[in-house]
C-alpha cells in the first residue's frame, strides 16, 4: 500500500462515534454551512458608503432603510430599497442557488443521522455530501461574483466579500475533494463506475440526447428566467433586467384585487372539467368498445371525435347565433312558444353550466380515444374466462374493464391536476369575450392575465406573478397528490 493510499484509509476511513470520518466531517461542515447562511451572518458588506451611494444615485431616504453589511438570504433587500434594478436577477438566483445549498445540506444531515449502509456500502450518502458541497461552492463563488458585478456596474470599490465566503469556499472544496477521493476506493470496491466512465462507454447514446437537451434549453429552461419580471415594475426604458425590483409588490397586488374569485373560478371550472369529463370520456369509451358492429364503431368514434377540430372562433359563432337576445336561436323558439326572450349575455348564472356542456362536447371525444386503446389492449381471455364463469356484460365491465383502465386513470389526472389552475383560455375568451357582466362567474386566471398584460400599459409584471402563481398552484397540487397515490399504491405514481 502506497503512501497516499495509507493516509487515505488512515484518514478518512478512521470511525469517530461510530461514523467514518470521510462521512461525519461534511455532515459537521453542513451545519457549519446552515449556521452561517442565517441573516445575520455578513457575508457582502458595503464600502465607501456616501461614494457608492453617489455612484448608483441612492437617495438619502432610501439609504435609511439600508444596512452596512448583508447575507445572501437579505441581499435582495439591498437591491429592493436602493432600486438597483440591475443587480435584482444576480441576487435572485444566488437567493435560488441559497435555497437549494441550504435544502442538501439539511438532507445530508438527515441522511448521515440515519445511516445506514446499503448494498452500495456508502455511495448514496457520499453522494449527498458531494451535492451540498458543490451547491455551496457555488452559492460562495457567485456571491464574489456579486460583489465584482455591483463594484463594475457602479465603477468604484464599493462592495466587499466577507472572508469568511472564502473560508467557506475552501472548506467546500477539500470537503468535496475528500469525498472524492473516498468516494473512488467505495466504487472500486462496489464495482461502481461514475458518470465520466458512463459517458465514455455510451458517449453515442449522450450525443443523440444533446439536440434534446438544447431544445428544452432553449424553449424551456431559458424562458424561466422570465420568471424574475412578476417581481418587477417593468418599464422599456430599464428594460428586462434593469427595472425597479418590486419584491412581491404585485403578488399583493393580485391578493387585494381579485385573487380569490380567479382561484374559486379557475379551480372549479377546472374540477368539473377533470371529474365530469374523465367520468363520461370513460363511459363512451365503454359504450364504443361494446358495440359489435365494426362499422358503427368507427362511425361513432369519428362523429364524437370530430367536435374537437372545430375552431373555438366558429364555436363562439355557433354560441351567439344560439343564445343572442334578439335573433338567437333559442330565443326565436322561446317566443314562438309563446314565452319571454332570456338575456343569456346579461345573465351570469347561465354560463357555467353553458360552458361545462361546450368543453365536454369539444374534448370528450378526444379523451375517450386514450381510454378506448387501453381497452382495447385488455387481454380478451380476461373476459372469455369471466363469461364460463356467468358473468354478465355489466359485470365484466365492473370487475375487468374498470381496473383494467385504472392506472391510466390515475395517469391522466395526475396530468391533468398539473393544470388546475390553468383554464382553458380560448373558450372563454371566445365564449364570454370582454364582457364584464359575466367576469364574477367566467373570470379564470387565463383571461384575467391577458387583460392585464396585453390590454393595460407596463402590467407585464404583475402577467408574469398571476401566471408564476399558477404554476406553482398546480405544481403543489401535482406533488400532493402524487405522494397520496404514492401511499396508496406506488406503481401508480409519476415519480
Known sequence: MDQKKYLTCNVLYREIQGRQAGILFPALLSVLFLICALPFIPWVSLTNISALFSALSITSEAAQNLYVSYNVVNLLSFVYYSEQGFLGLYAMILLLLDVAAIYFHVMNIYRFARYQKGVHGNLDLYAAGRLSMEFEMIVTAGTIGFAAYGNAKAGMKGFATSPLVYFLFLLALVSYLAIKVIEREERIRYHEHGLLKELRKNWVLFLMLVPMFIYFLINSYLPMLGIYLAFTNFNFRDGVWASPFVGLQNFQYLIKADLFKLIRNTVLYNVVFIGVGNVLQILFAILVSQVPKKWFKKTSQTFLFMPYFVSFVILQVLVYNMFEYQYGVINNIVTSLGGSRIDFYNTPSYWPVLITIFYLWKNIGYGMVVYLATIMGIDGELYDAAKVDGANAFQQIWYITLPQIKPTFIILLL?????????????????????????????????????????????????????????????????????????KNEEYALF
Do not use: H
Open 415 to 487: 396530468y391533468a391536476l398539473g393544470s388546475i389552475m390553468k383554464g382553458q383560455f380560448e373558450l372563454f375568451y371566445q365564449l364570454v369575450g370582454t364582457n364584464g357582466v359575466l367576469y364574477n362567474v367566467t373570470d379564470i386566471f387565463d383571461t384575467y392575465v391577458y387583460r392585464i398584460a396585453l390590454t393595460q400599459p407596463l402590467s407585464i409584471g404583475l402577467g408574469t406573478a398571476a401566471g408564476l402563481f399558477q404554476s406553482l398552484f398546480g405544481f403543489v397540487v401535482v406533488m400532493v397528490t402524487n405522494f397520496l397515490v404514492k401511499r
